[in-house]
């Protein structure tokens, strides 16, 4: 069970507060009927996938209820840093 | 000296006997005797048999490295636990100890026949045979396969016994308790950090238990830390894993060394967060592979030494040793010191410590140096053993009623594996050491590669004469994996480490590989001729030691599996007899049976009395969420398919939310409160899905909206009143509200009081008649209910359960999320185009209704079905076909989504999925079932008051 | 190569089993080849084998980073049916099912497939109504599958807890009697050996770096560890690592890699004698030849290839498996171990063409690869061979990605309301 720094309570809490919420920086486009449909399955499913560096989202489910992102090197699980949901990608 | 136990000497207690039986027979022995030590005390050499050649077998080790002796502890009434080691179990008065995998008898094992036809089962056998006839793999191999493996016999009755959990949280964790681990806690003792101090064993030392001469040592350390305020101490639990960021789970075994087990629990799972671990888990010694190595009596000289010192029992009373590494030396001096007749020193080596050569001179030991045991005499125990030269295979016979193998140690580094720490090879040890972390933790004393028991040599196998592809010299004891069945593997071109592990199993024992993994990777890393460090482990896994099932669940069971949400009314319902049904967490009433009624009688009942006088239901388990903020309505509307700008408060509106992908995921009635705040509805099993989804779309994708969601699920209890009576039924209770259908038409919402408590009161219906749902603050649910309930007796009121409300709402073609789609159906699929906003630019999943195969013909859709024969009712989930004869595999239209008799319509009907299915009504189609066909025609999902004017009442 | 018969084994056992060959030979990669495989598990070596047995493509190598099998075939928990609802899906693992019954003897080499049933259990009336609608579609679709009682399931699995008052009640169970298990490891041992009779080159230990592609955007073959590969085909079987070496080529992929764990008891003598599965409660369960109780766990929320799961998530399985079969508590965990299983959205695999001309792809199996490991070798192998993707396969192309026309067997067992 991992742990997990939340950016809005600023502790690290066990993973089992948390829930996991995908890859992060994937925003809603603005207008989806411009999309080509190519466009709109890149945005509802093409993902990256690393091995290593990822962005991706969390939930403090338990606890603050917000949405955050982080970067977490998926070959060893540990999180290089957390941080709040709507700031450039670290 | 009685038998084999020492006259004096040992820590267990001889004033106090303890009387057990193995195999019926009894036996005796004191208080701090393992099953091990006690049953060798009484001279019994014959432990248990092998897995796969049902070799006979004594015990080989001291502790958890022990293969062979495998036992079956039954304490009655359920507590039956097979495959436990004899050298971990305490006895206890009264322990019913039993062998394992052997038929008729321990001595006499039909089994053993496996032994003769040996060469017939190498590594690997079964992949290469049992193939012809190709029926005969099931009827006749399989089975017979199976029944020769496994150990002992399953637990057959429920265990009794209860398991507690907990976690834990500490500066430090100190794992194992030898001489290394208590000089880390004696250190840490003095500060404000919190300790924990675990240990496997029944008391502090470790190898320190084995070595008298360290007990006085032993015992003002154990004082010291018992008196230190910040130490707690953990013994009889194993640390059996290493998770991430230094979480580590421990089981602690609290009853099952206890003559009575009593009330509390068998065991306790540890869940331990530390900021910090050290490992001190010491070394675990290997044997030596030699023609006969496992007959009982040759067992690890560490062992003997275990048992001498520490249990006061002499494994032989002339033992012989064989040894590759000093440490072979020094544990025969100590049993020499102790009384024990030692019969020679055998070492592999030419040359060996001088010190110990004289040490052992002194004692008139016979030495032979540069010799090999080469055979063993004795099937069920040690009789003689045969040695010879390296150089020269001159040799003889050695009689001796034991011998001990001294083949090196290894570091026990599997929780450092677990946490992911490199691993280094050490040629010195002839094993692998920790190298580079990767959690705050490290190892000491022996585990770390810091303490030393001498030198010593790595092999493979030890020198013979004889040919290595004829004998039978074991590597891993319990799965009978020999040194030729490695050789094949690699022969065979098995040259992974994990490929040689699995093709030959060895290491895949309940040891796992404990004292085998290292002698089988010499093997290879010779037939291979690559270094071991080139080869590499196999992969340290979770758990250290086997852990009970029943540790793991801990409270989890029963009624605690996953707790059940129950409504504020459930308890009414269950005094008035109500069938209940799981749905989703909840538990909900599924219908109400009066005496002697089954279920479709009292459906029928139910649904009757709502059609004509008024029913009474517990709507609480909806999903409910309150949205509020000046955005509500802007925020609702990028959600839902529907328009909310436009709806006034106090009415309501049917809400439908799709994926991003397009398809149904939920829906509701919801209601307009005030120009900023929504009462949301969603399914029972929905509701924690559909906030989470609202609360990442409002916080991440929209966060300039003014919105607050809350779940307002268990706020209200919602009691649903329904039936041309409803009005008449509420209307004495209801303050500040006007009822009259002009005030309060369909789909309004008001609020107000009923019974004196505040309501947020709905004119909705799911049934299709008159009805209010009646929120009420969820403490006041069950009064409000009863008082609604008593007055209603006079309208005949009647309770009805889900089951009942499943029919009424299929009867107006209402859809079940969840029962009629599954996650494929888009709204216009689902007959619900009229629920989409057309003139919204967009909302959640609408780009995706624009793909090509969501625009194409031919999707299922959702219909009405009828049987042509009305008293037919279709089973749920069955198929539909247009040509009921056409071979299979048939071309199916779609599935029936849901099926009811009617009572009010005194007919069957169906909703059903159906492919193109909006352009086919009047149209007959099939359902084929076994051995018949039934015909049903296509029509709208509306059966009941399709002009919907009963609502209105 | 020796031809394993009672015969040979008797023969060798003779000879103390001293001339047995390798099963395959340690290759070393030559310069160019018809096809390649990326990746040695079940499914990859099964390409192999087909597209030299059945589709006359024996010039072909196969290229595995680590060891052959040592993915998520060698750590699963091995279970196999074909009772899916969608008719793609039943075809597709009917298909696998069909190849699994006298594989052994196909291959020479016993892969010990069981077929001891499988059984659903169902909770809840929402169970129920998923089940029947599965059993009447199978029916239709010639696939077996069957309702039972909740008596009839405890008969046909003693240890089965049906007490009506449990959290969980058994209101019945969906029963393949052709669904069983088969041995992990030998179903890839098997087809390496199988395919290195026919000529096809094993080459372990060579990570693949790089895909190269020419002007015309075509493959040409593979960078590895050990130089340059080329080939005009090269069929991608990857599972976990899907994504990765699809970036190789350029093409990102709708996946993702999630830890699945799974656990093995100590072995006992013969209690379990089928393959039982739990949705709603999450569990799976059957025992091995060896006599280990061998149960499936969750996945992990989060993306990782750390083959690493959580205790948490042990708990919960344990916890599980002791609902439904209570006389276990008392039993003990031997092992457990993790695999990195690659999910796609619709949580069906993916196996056809890819954009890339030459470019073959088998991947997205998630956590049911193994039962369809015969069926996803021949259909790559065919597909490669033909460059155009059987009628079986054709549905579960990338397009569908795009045009909505999903296969989503997970949202149909979904639970709401």
Redesign the interface.
């Known amino acids: 069970m991992i742990l997990i720094h939340c950016p809005y309570c600023d502790e690290k809490r066990p993973e089992l507060e948390f829930t996991y919420a995908g890859e992060a920086h994937i925003a809603r486009p603005a207008d989806p009927s411009t999309l080509s449909d190519e466009e709109w399955e890149r945005y509802l499913f093409i993902r990256a996938n690393p091995k290593g560096r990822h962005n991706e989202r969390w939930r403090h489910s338990f606890g603050c209820g917000r949405f955050f992102n982080a970067v977490r090197d998926t070959v060893t699980d540990k999180f290089e840093t957390t941080y709040k949901a709507g700031e450039p990608r670290k | 000296m009685s038998g084999f136990r020492m006259d004096q000497g040992g820590r267990v207690d001889r004033g106090a006997r303890v009387n057990f039986t193995f195999d019926g027979k009894p036996y005796q022995g004191f208080a701090g005797d393992t099953l091990a030590s006690a049953l060798l005390a009484a001279g019994v050499t014959l432990f248990g048999r092998s897995f796969k050649y049902h070799r006979p077998r004594g015990i080989m080790g001291a502790g958890v490295e022990e293969p062979n002796a495998l036992i079956s502890v039954d304490r009655g009434g359920g507590r039956f636990t097979p495959n436990l080691r004899a050298t971990q179990i305490e006895i206890y008065e009264g322990l019913n100890a039993k062998s394992q995998n052997r038929w008729p008898s321990l001595k006499r094992d039909f089994g053993a026949i496996n032994d003769r036809l040996g060469r017939f089962f190498p590594a690997g056998f079964y992949n290469k045979t049992f193939m012809w006839p190709r029926s005969f793999w099931e009827k006749l191999y399989e089975p017979a396969i199976r029944r020769m493996a496994g150990l002992g016999d399953a637990p057959s009755e429920v265990d009794p016994d209860h398991y507690d959990a907990g976690y834990a949280h500490c500066e430090l964790l100190i794992v194992g308790a030898g001489p290394a681990g208590i000089d880390a806690a004696l250190e840490a003792s003095g500060s404000n950090a919190r300790v924990i101090l675990i240990d496997e064993q029944d008391e502090l030392g470790g190898g320190a238990l084995a070595d008298p001469s360290l007990w006085p040592w032993l015992e003002r350390s154990v004082k010291a830390l018992q008196a230190a305020p910040n130490i707690t101490i953990l013994t009889r639990t194993t640390a059996f894993g290493y998770f991430h960021d230094n979480f580590i789970g421990a089981v602690e075994r609290i009853t099952d060394h206890l003559a009575e087990p009593g009330h509390g629990p068998r065991e306790k799972l540890w869940k331990i967060r530390a900021a910090e671990v050290i490992l001190a888990q010491g070394a675990i010694e290997r044997p030596l592979v030699f023609e006969g190595n496992d007959v009982p009596g040759v067992m690890l000289a560490s062992a003997a030494r275990v048992f001498a010192l520490r249990h006061g029992v002499a494994v032989g009373k002339n033992v012989a040793v064989m040894a590759a590494h000093d440490s072979g030396w020094k544990d025969a001096l100590a049993l020499a010191k102790a009384g024990v007749g030692i019969a020679a020193i055998i070492d592999v080596r030419d040359a060996v410590d001088a010190g110990l050569v004289a040490e052992a001179e002194a004692k008139d030991i016979p030495i032979y140096l540069n010799y090999s045991v080469i055979g063993v005499n004795g099937r069920h125990h040690v009789k003689s053993a045969q040695i010879c030269s390296n150089d020269e295979y001159l040799g003889g016979r050695i009689a001796c009623d034991a011998l001990l193998m001294a083949g090196g140690w290894t570091p026990s580094i599997h929780l450092w594996s677990h946490s992911k720490g490199s691993i280094a090879w050490s040629e010195d040890w002839g094993a692998f050491l920790p190298d580079k972390p990767n959690e705050n933790v490290r190892c000491v004393g022996a585990c770390g590669g810091t303490f030393s028991f001498g030198k010593g040599v790595n092999l493979g196998q030890l020198p013979t004469p004889k040919d290595p592809a004829t004998i039978k010299a074991f590597l891993d004891f319990q799965n009978d994996v020999t040194a030729k069945d490695i050789a094949l593997a690699v022969r065979e071109g098995y040259h992974s480490v994990e490929h040689i592990k699995r093709y030959t199993t060895n290491g895949m024992a309940t040891d796992q590989g404990k004292t085998s993994n290292l002698n089988a990777l010499q093997l290879a890393s010779g037939f291979l001729d690559r270094p071991i460090e080139k080869i590499g482990l196999t992969t340290f896994r979770p758990p250290y030691t086997p852990q009970s099932f029943g540790a793991f669940a801990g409270h989890a069971k029963d009624a605690l599996f996953i707790a059940t949400r129950k409504s504020p009314i459930d308890s009414w319902a269950g005094e008035q007899g109500a069938v209940y049904e799981p749905v989703a967490q909840w538990r909900r009433a599924r219908y109400f049976p009066r005496s002697g009624e089954d279920m479709h009688a009292a459906v029928n009942r139910e649904c009757l009395a709502v059609r004509n006088g008024v029913g009474i239901f517990d709507a609480s388990t909806l999903g409910k969420i309150e949205v509020v903020g000046p955005d509500a309505a802007e925020f609702l509307n990028r959600m839902y398919t529907n328009p909310w700008k436009q709806l006034e408060p106090g009415r309501c509106r049917y809400g439908l939310l799709l994926r991003e992908d397009g398809f149904i995921t939920d829906d509701g009635v919801s209601a307009r409160l005030a120009p900023d705040r929504f009462h949301l509805t969603t399914t029972t099993g929905g509701a924690a899905r559909v906030l989470n989804m609202m609360e990442d779309y409002l916080q991440t994708e929209w966060p300039d909206l003014n919105v607050w969601l809350t779940s307002i699920t268990e706020q209200w209890a919602v009691i649903a009143l329904q039936g041309p009576k409803a009005r008449d039924v509420i209307a004495p209770f209801v303050e500040g509200i006007d009822l009259s259908p002009e005030a309060f038409p369909h789909m309004a919402v008001r609020e107000g009081m009923i019974c004196g408590v505040p309501t947020r009161l709905f004119r909705v219906s799911f049934t299709g008649e008159l009805g209010y749902e009646i929120n009420v603050p969820a403490a006041y649910g069950r009064a409000v209910w009863e008082v609604l309930w008593d007055a209603g007796e006079a309208h005949g009121i009647t309770p009805y359960g889900t089951e009942t409300m499943h029919v009424l709402r299929a009867e107006k073609g209402f859809i079940i999320v969840g029962q009629d789609t599954d996650g494929t159906l888009t709204p216009y699929d689902a007959g619900l185009a009229w629920a989409v906003g057309k003139k919204k630019a967009d909302f959640v999943g609408k780009r995706s209704l624009a793909r090509p195969d969501i625009v194409a013909e031919g999707r299922k859709q959702l219909v009405g079905l009828l049987t042509d024969d009305p008293n037919e009712v279709l089973e749920e989930g069955a198929q539909i076909v247009a040509d009921p004869n056409q071979p299979v595999p048939m071309t199916m239209l779609g599935h029936v989504t849901s099926s009811y008799w009617s009572a009010t319509l005194g007919r069957s009907i169906a909703i059903a999925m159906v492919a193109g299915g909006q352009g086919r009504m009047g149209e007959t189609l099939h359902i084929p079932m076994p051995g018949r066909t039934i015909a049903a025609k296509v029509t709208a999902m509306v059966f009941y008051d399709a002009e919907g004017v009963r609502v209105n009442g | 190569m020796t031809r ?3 015969f ?3 023969a060798n ?2 000879s ?3 001339k ?7 290759a070393a990669p030559k310069a160019s080849y018809d096809a390649i495989i990326v990746g040695a598990g079940g499914h990859g070596l099964g390409a192999a084998y087909y597209l030299a047995s059945r589709y006359g493509i024996t010039n072909v190598a196969v290229i595995e980073k ?5 993915g998520n075939t ?1 750590r699963n928990t091995t279970i196999i049916r074909s009772n899916y609802l969608y ?1 793609e899906s039943a ?1 597709l693992y009917d298909h696998a099912v069909k190849l699994w019954d ?1 594989l ?2 196909d291959i ?9 049933g499988v059984m659903m259990l169902a ?4 169970d129920v ?9 199978n ?4 696939v077996d599958n069957e309702w039972l009682t909740p008596e009839e399931a405890k008969a046909y699995c003693p ?1 089965l807890s049906i007490d009506p008052g ?3 009640p058994v209101l019945g169970a969906a029963l393949q009697r052709r669904g069983g298990t088969a ?1 992990h ?2 179903v890839a ?2 087809y390496a050996r199988a395919a290195a009779r026919l000529g096809v080159d094993i080459i ?1 230990n060579c990570a693949v770096t790089g895909i190269r592609r020419g002007a015309d955007g075509a493959i040409e073959g593979v960078e590895t560890e050990r130089g340059f590969i080329a080939s005009k085909k090269v069929g991608v079987s990857a599972a976990g ?1 899907t ?2 070496v699809m970036q190789m080529a350029g093409l ?6 999630y830890p699945l764990q799974a656990l093995v ?8 004698p089928c393959v039982v599965m739990s949705n709603t409660v999450h569990a799976y369960m059957s ?1 091995s ?3 280990e109780l061998v149960i499936g766990a969750g996945t992990d ?6 083959q ?1 799961g ?3 998530i ?3 399985n ?6 439904i079969f ?12 993790g695999g990195i299983v690659d999910v796609t ?1 619709d949580r069906s695999p993916i196996l056809g063409k890819t954009p890339v001309k030459g470019l073959y792809v088998n991947c997205g199996w998630g956590t049911g690869g193994f039962k369809a490991t015969p069926g996803a070798g021949d259909l790559l192998a065919y597909t490669m061979a033909k460059d155009e993707p059987h009628r079986i396969n054709a549905p579960f192309n990338l397009d ?7 296969i ?1 067997e ?3 067992a ?4």
């Open positions: 394993f018969s009672a040979s084994l008797f056992a003779l103390s089993h001293k047995w060959p390798q099963h395959w030979p340690d680590g060891w052959l099998g040592g060698g008719d075809h006298g052994s003897q020479n080499f016993n892969v010990m497939y069981s077929k001891r909770h809840n009336v929402h109504q998923s089940f029947k609608r599965h059993i009447h579609a029916r239709l679709n010639g240890p449990a959290r969980y041995r490891d030998s041992w098997g372990q690592n994504s990765v990102d992929f709708p996946l993702e890699s008891s100590e072995p006992v003598k013969p209690v379990f025992q030849d060896k006599g929320q989060y993306v990782s290839y750390s690493r959580a205790l948490h042990l708990e919960h344990i916890a599980a498996i002791c609902e209570p006389i276990f508590r008392r039993m003990r965990m031997l092992r457990t171990w959205p569908r990605f795009r045009n909505g026309r999903l989503d997970a949202a149909a979904a639970v709401a309301h």
